[in-house]
């Protein structure tokens, strides 16, 4: 949830530069978010299926952010209504 949260607020502030901040905070958030179900599963909270399947979830996700930050000139800013 906190990653998709900075990805949005990142876009929300309209900033080329703010969205790539909050997108090196979301990949943050994924990070930590790996670590948490990698320890659920070590203190058997969770089956190790289920850790694994977060991971790759994860994995994938901070793929996706690194792609992100590697292509600023993508990066679209919002446009003001009004």
Same mark, same amino acid.
């Given at each position: 949830?906190?990653?998709? $949260? +900075? !990805?949005?607020?990142? &876009?929300? @502030?309209?900033?080329? #530069? %703010? &969205? /790539? =901040?909050? !997108?090196?905070? $979301? %990949?943050?958030?994924? $990070?930590?978010?790996?670590? @948490?179900?990698? @320890?659920?599963?070590?203190?058997? &909270? @969770? ?9 790759? *979830? *994860?994995? +994938?996700?901070? #793929?996706?952010?690194?792609?992100? *930050?590697? /292509?600023?000139? /993508? !990066?679209?800013? =919002? =446009? #003001? %209504?009004?």
């Amino acid at each position: 949830m906190s990653v998709e $949260a +900075n !990805i949005v607020e990142g &876009y929300a @502030l309209g900033s080329p #530069r %703010l &969205y /790539q =901040r909050h !997108i090196r905070i $979301a %990949l943050g958030s994924a $990070a930590e978010a790996e670590c @948490l179900a990698r @320890l659920a599963g070590e203190l058997e &909270y @969770l089956p190790e299926s289920v850790v694994k399947e977060v991971e790759s *979830l *994860l994995g +994938n996700t901070m #793929r996706t952010l690194h792609g992100l *930050l590697r /292509q600023p000139h /993508q !990066i679209v800013t =919002r =446009r #003001r %209504l009004g």
